[in-house]
């Protein structure tokens, strides 16, 4: 009894018993199809010890798809709460836990992932590159990541979900007022991803610095793996404030110091501002690289080169050093005084200038261009109209005197959705269709894409748009409940619908891949789109070299000169090409941080002892093992050549 009392949830409710039958009968149906297949030794071998940069980021774009409709989930139970008054479908705190899991999820389950898979399959691809600088570190990047997420993720079923927003301000996350171990979760989840996120940063850092094709200087990079290395500068600087804030309220709650506590010597404002030193430069990790692919996108299908390439790379530079001077603007109300605020509200203000260069040179791209509209296409339009108006309302939200009016209230969730939504989600949903055929050898019916993008661009208007109005009338977030006399009734509603819309338009992704996987030709050149880098002089699909022969770059768009000004693009003869082994000890690392997490959150201390050793010596055998990798010899390089190309 004692052990179904520590591992009980302390709200229960019928969505919370029916999601456990829902999670144990997927596991049993899983483990049963695998068995009856015989696909255990294919998955072992294949996905679960793959070091192949092209596996792993395909395993963080289904990480990242699976984790948009469970925070989706969240978010329509949310707006189903609100869409009348008075409603009694959720209870206070139930409500607490959704909205708090719901922005935990879609910032770093979900978005996190979904640039981490276009950067680990498209940059090497991109600057001529055969992997990763350190490929197992990359492997245990998504393992670490996985393994964090699928902790948040059992917390709703055993132990309780955390409810102090995803913010997660002390002290309501300290034990006094967030009494189940529902915070304890979200500390060690964030704290394990947190640290395979690490590890990609350094690993993108050094991969696009030491690992770029003869004649690829930075100034002829594209402009992904140029954002891609921006934001994983960011990286690098950023999340170690996260790691530490991490530590310090992990230790308040386990060990009872004071370090956020508002008595004691404690501070909690203290973890207000690392959260935010972190926090603000997250939002620019997740919109740089989808300002990446958008570029990639508008460029291609404008038929024209870039327009202004050195002043986008310039903006980039500025926004990433910007992003660590705005963190205060998250509270101007709470009190730091008016120098402080006028001083954020400037370099607030001053970071939408490089924002807005990047909205010029993509005009400036399309001025002229033989425009294509695929769905890649549209959706990269549609963002830029979409993604001014959450846009211009941050600037609004930047005024620190005006903020006193929006602060708190759904004017600011309408804003910060209105970023993140074009700026990232619609430059993920972009470069989902665009690159899927190079990731799998087909196109995504265009039809359903584009009827999608539509349905999901006007629904996040309807969704959203609202807000500012309900905002502006004084609705506050957060608030589970409101009277009729409020008036709020009518705004909530259609936020709804349009949750409705959006619940449709992701479901309609899915049915194009179901659709397209059945119908779609397979008798596609390696390069549909007439694209202009590198990735697409590869076959499709991509063998494990990526090159056969190492690319010669001369420009920016070393494809397009070759395919248009006869430039030679792979110039030798083939040799024979080292590559990594596989390996387990990614995964099996990867497992035994899960449950170390797991023993941590529940302060059980022996498996807490065990797991530690585990991981030390899953170091260990990595240091003393002798792994040589292996070649790929020119027989067989030739054979997979002719096999691809059909030469």
Request: proline share 4%; hydrophobic share 50%; aromatic share 16%.
């Amino acid at each position: 009894m004692d052990i179904f009392e520590r591992f009980a949830v302390p709200h229960p409710s019928p969505a919370i018993y029916a999601s456990m039958v829902a999670i144990g009968l997927t596991v049993i149906a899983i483990i049963a199809g695998l068995t009856y297949f015989k696909k255990w030794g294919y998955l072992w071998r294949e996905w679960l010890t793959t070091v192949d940069h092209k596996r792993i980021g395909i395993m963080y774009l289904i990480s990242a798809l699976l984790m948009l409709f469970r925070g989706g989930a969240d978010a329509i139970m949310m707006r189903a709460q609100l869409a009348i008054p008075e409603s009694k479908m959720l209870d206070a705190q139930h409500y607490n836990e959704i909205f708090t899991t719901h922005g935990t999820v879609m910032i770093i389950f979900m978005a996190m992932p979904f640039i981490m898979a276009f950067m680990n399959y498209i940059v090497p691809l991109q600057i001529g590159a055969r992997d990763v600088a350190f490929p197992r570190l990359n492997a245990l990047s998504f393992w670490l990541f996985f393994m964090g997420a699928m902790l948040l993720n059992i917390s709703f079923v055993i132990g309780g979900s955390p409810d102090a927003g995803w913010t997660s301000y002390f002290p309501l996350a300290n034990n006094e007022f967030s009494e189940s171990v529902g915070t304890n979760y979200y500390m060690f989840a964030l704290q394990i991803s947190g640290m395979g996120t690490l590890m990609t940063g350094i690993n993108m850092i050094t991969t696009i610095l030491k690992m770029r094709a003869p004649g690829m200087t930075l100034m002829k990079m594209p402009m992904f793996t140029w954002s891609s290395l921006v934001a994983n500068i960011i990286i690098v600087f950023a999340f170690p404030v996260l790691t530490v804030a991490l530590i310090m309220g992990t230790m308040d709650r386990l060990f009872a110091t004071n370090f956020f506590t508002s008595t004691n010597g404690g501070m909690d404002m203290l973890w207000a501002n690392f959260f935010w030193v972190w926090g603000h430069p997250e939002v620019y990790i997740l919109v740089l690289p989808a300002f990446g692919i958008y570029s990639e996108i508008i460029s291609t299908f404008s038929g024209r080169n870039l327009y202004g390439y050195k002043s986008m790379v310039g903006s980039m530079v500025i926004i990433s050093l910007l992003s660590f001077l705005v963190w205060t603007h998250h509270f101007f109300t709470m009190g730091q005084g008016a120098l402080t605020n006028s001083i954020f509200s400037i370099t607030t203000m001053a970071i939408a200038v490089p924002t807005g260069v990047k909205i010029f040179n993509w005009l400036f791209t399309l001025w002229e261009g033989k425009i294509i509209i695929t769905t890649p296409m549209l959706y990269s339009l549609l963002f830029i109209p979409i993604f001014t108006i959450g846009g211009v309302t941050g600037v609004m939200l930047g005024m620190s005197a005006a903020d006193y009016q929006y602060h708190n209230t759904m004017f600011l969730v309408a804003h910060f959705h209105m970023v993140i939504i074009p700026g990232v989600v619609f430059a993920m949903l972009a470069g989902f269709h665009y690159y899927w055929p190079k990731m799998f050898g087909f196109i995504l019916n265009e039809k359903i894409g584009k009827w999608t993008a539509w349905i999901i661009s006007m629904s996040t208007l309807l969704a959203f748009m609202p807000m500012f109005f309900s905002g502006l009338d004084g609705q506050a977030r957060r608030m589970y409940t409101y009277s009729e006399s409020t008036g709020f009734g009518i705004w909530n509603m259609l936020s709804f619908i349009g949750a409705i819309g959006l619940a449709i338009g992701f479901i309609l992704i899915v049915y194009n891949v179901y659709y397209s996987t059945r119908y779609a030709s397979r008798d596609i050149s390696s390069d549909p789109w007439d694209a202009r880098s590198l990735e697409w002089a590869t076959p499709s699909p991509v063998p494990e070299y990526n090159f056969a022969i190492v690319p010669n770059v001369k420009s920016v768009d070393a494809l397009w000169e070759a395919k248009y000004n006869n430039h030679i693009l792979f110039p030798g003869k083939y040799e024979n090409i080292h590559m990594p082994n596989n390996s387990g000890i990614p995964f099996i690392l990867g497992c035994i941080f899960f449950a170390w997490g797991f023993s941590f959150v529940f302060g059980m201390w022996i498996p807490a002892i065990i797991t530690t050793i585990g991981i030390f010596v899953c170091m260990g055998h990595r240091s003393l093992e002798k792994d040589h990798g292996h070649y790929i010899s020119v027989k067989e390089i030739e054979e997979t050549e002719t096999k691809l190309r059909g030469a």
